[in-house]
C-alpha cells in the first residue's frame, strides 16, 4: 500500500470541500480561494467526518502511482486554500535588478533589452527588494512553474554564480581558467 495514499486528508474548519462522484470532481473552498480538479476514474474518493480517503482499485503498478499522486495533489489544494504556497528568488550579479509595475514584472539581466513578464492568473509576484522576488499563490503547480519561467530567464552559471536561483538553492561553483 501507498504510504502517502493510505493517509487521510484533514480537511480543517473553514474549508468547504464538494466531491462530485460521478466525474471525480472536487472543488475545495477556503479563505484564500477556491481550486477545482478532477481526478483519474480509477481512484475513489470517500468523504467521511472531517477527512478524504483516496482508495485504489488494484495493486497494479499504475494505479499504485496514481494512489499517492491523488492524495499529493488533494493536500496540496487544501494546504493552498488555507495557507497559500510562495518561492522566494534571489538575483546575483552587477546591475542585474526586478521591479512591478502592476501585474508586470520588469527584471533587468544584463541584456541588451529589459525582459517583462506578466503574473498569470492566481499568482501574484512581489518585488521585496530589487533583488529579491516573491512568487505567491493558492495552486502550488501555478506557483512552482511561474518561479521557474522566471528562473529561466538567466539561470545561475557556475563561475561567478550570477543568475536568478532559488533562495534555499544552492550554486556548485567551478574553478575558472588558471594562467600562467
Do not use: C, W
Amino acid at each position: 500500500m501507498s504510504r502517502i495514499g493510505r493517509l487521510p486528508v484533514e480537511i480543517p474548519a473553514g474549508v468547504e470541500v464538494q466531491l462530485d462522484e460521478k466525474e471525480n470532481k472536487i472543488t475545495v473552498k477556503g479563505p484564500k480561494g477556491t481550486l477545482t480538479r478532477t481526478f483519474s476514474p480509477a481512484m475513489t474518493l470517500k468523504q467521511e467526518d472531517g477527512h478524504i480517503s483516496v482508495i485504489r482499485p488494484n495493486d497494479e503498478k499504475e494505479n499504485k502511482a496514481l494512489h499517492g499522486l491523488t492524495r499529493a495533489l488533494l493536500h496540496n489544494m487544501v494546504v493552498g486554500v488555507t495557507t497559500g504556497f510562495e518561492k522566494v528568488l534571489e538575483i546575483n550579479g552587477v546591475g542585474y535588478r526586478a521591479a512591478k509595475q502592476g501585474n508586470v514584472l520588469n527584471l533587468t539581466l544584463g541584456y541588451s533589452h529589459p525582459v517583462n513578464m506578466e503574473d498569470p492568473e492566481g499568482v501574484e509576484t512581489e518585488v521585496q527588494n530589487q533583488t529579491t522576488i516573491i512568487v505567491r499563490g493558492i495552486d502550488k503547480e501555478k506557483v512552482g512553474q511561474h518561479a521557474a519561467n522566471i528562473r529561466f530567464k538567466r539561470p545561475p552559471e557556475p563561475y561567478k554564480g550570477k543568475g536568478i536561483k532559488y533562495k534555499e538553492e544552492t550554486i556548485r561553483r567551478k574553478v575558472g581558467k588558471t594562467g600562467k
